[in-house]
């Protein structure tokens, strides 16, 4: 079992930056695959960035490439989303999730096994 509780998000204008960061608690963190979706009002929950359990290669929805970097800890069990030259479009409420243990990453959000309850981004334009 992992439970998983987001922080970080904020009310920023655009062209800032936030640090979105995900604490897990339970066994073998370091043993999941983890991710970051994004869900906008009226929109389908999409995904945003992803790391792998085991190489730490990483993966980013076309939207947020070059802009946005996942990295995790797994000594601090906490897993970062660092976001920058953010814009009104990327304004959503953010989940962490994590799937495993010992997967591949997935862009499907129904392959995740665990979720945080969500932290609120909005970017002024």
């Known amino acids: 079992q992992v439970q998983l509780v987001e922080s970080g998000g904020g009310l920023v204008q655009a062209g800032g930056s936030l640090r979105l960061s995900c604490a897990a608690s339970?066994?073998?963190?370091?043993?999941?695959?983890l991710a970051w979706f994004r869900q906008a009002p009226g929109k389908e929950r999409e995904f945003v960035a992803g790391i792998h359990w085991s190489d730490g290669s990483t993966s980013y929805a076309d939207s947020v490439k070059g802009r946005f970097t996942i990295s995790r800890d797994n000594a601090k069990n906490t897993v970062y989303l660092q976001m920058s030259s953010l814009k009104p479009e990327d304004t959503a409420v953010y989940y962490c999730?994590?799937?495993?243990?010992?997967?591949?990453?997935?862009?499907?959000?129904?392959?995740?096994?665990?979720w945080g309850q969500g932290t609120q981004v909005t970017v002024s334009s």
């Open positions: 339970g066994r073998s963190f370091s043993s999941y695959t």
């Open positions: 999730a994590a799937r495993g243990p010992g997967v591949a990453s997935s862009r499907r959000p129904v392959e995740y096994n665990y």
